[in-house]
């Protein structure tokens, strides 16, 4: 089964589009002004750059609500709940007053039909991953997400010093990797 990780991305950053392309916007002013005190090649190539995240962010931005307009309505509702709205699946649940398996079912199925009107949209995991995986705030979201499904997290464990053995005195590292369902 597919995770659809690149289309869960641009669903987790959508609320933030419209930041990403003021901050740019604002950051393209301030080095323009400040390329009329002094020159180089990397204000320009910082100005390139700004320019594509702005680009890349009003273009997923698009795709995404092209891509949600062409949900049924339950399913437009449940992901909006959920990366939107940012609620967890228990009060998703309860506020539709189904059984919280449903969510799981019914958001699992959403995900799978956001990312077919995706590819339908001409845009496949592969085409999202080109387009967009060389940004560098679209690959950071991507790579949190595939820890969280893939269950790469550390987890650190502090140990207070009245348990401690002789030989164990300070904190140790513990690799956490479990089956635990998480929410994505």
């Known amino acids: 089964m597919e995770n659809f990780l690149w289309q869960k991305t641009l669903l987790d950053m959508y609320n933030n589009f419209d930041r990403f392309i003021m901050i740019a916007d604002n950051k393209f002013d301030r080095i323009v002004s400040k390329s009329l005190y002094c020159h180089g090649a990397s204000l320009y190539e910082e100005l390139m750059c700004l320019m594509a995240r702005k680009n890349n962010c009003k273009i997923a ?3 995404v609500e092209e891509a949600l307009r062409l949900l049924t309505k339950q399913g437009k509702k449940i992901l909006h709940y959920y990366y939107i ?3 967890p699946f228990k009060t998703i649940a309860q506020m539709e007053c189904i059984n919280i398996r449903q969510i799981f079912r019914n ?3 959403e995900i799978a039909n956001f990312a077919y009107n995706l590819s339908k949209l001409g845009y496949s995991s592969d085409i999202i991953q080109k387009e967009f995986g060389t940004d560098s705030i679209f690959n950071s979201v991507y790579k949190k ?3 969280k499904v ?3 997290c550390a987890q650190t464990v502090l140990l207070p010093a009245e348990y401690c053995d002789d030989i164990v005195k300070t904190e140790f590292e513990i690799d956490y990797t479990s ?3 998480q929410d994505v």
Do not use: I, R, S, T
Request: hydrophobic share 30%; glycine share 6%; aromatic share 12%.
């Open 61 to 63: 931005k698009q795709l």
């Open 107 to 109: 958001f699992d199925k």
């Open 150 to 152: 893939n269950g790469k």
């Open 179 to 181: 089956e635990v369902y």
């Open 85 to 87: 709205d940012n609620l």
């Open 145 to 147: 997400l595939d820890k």
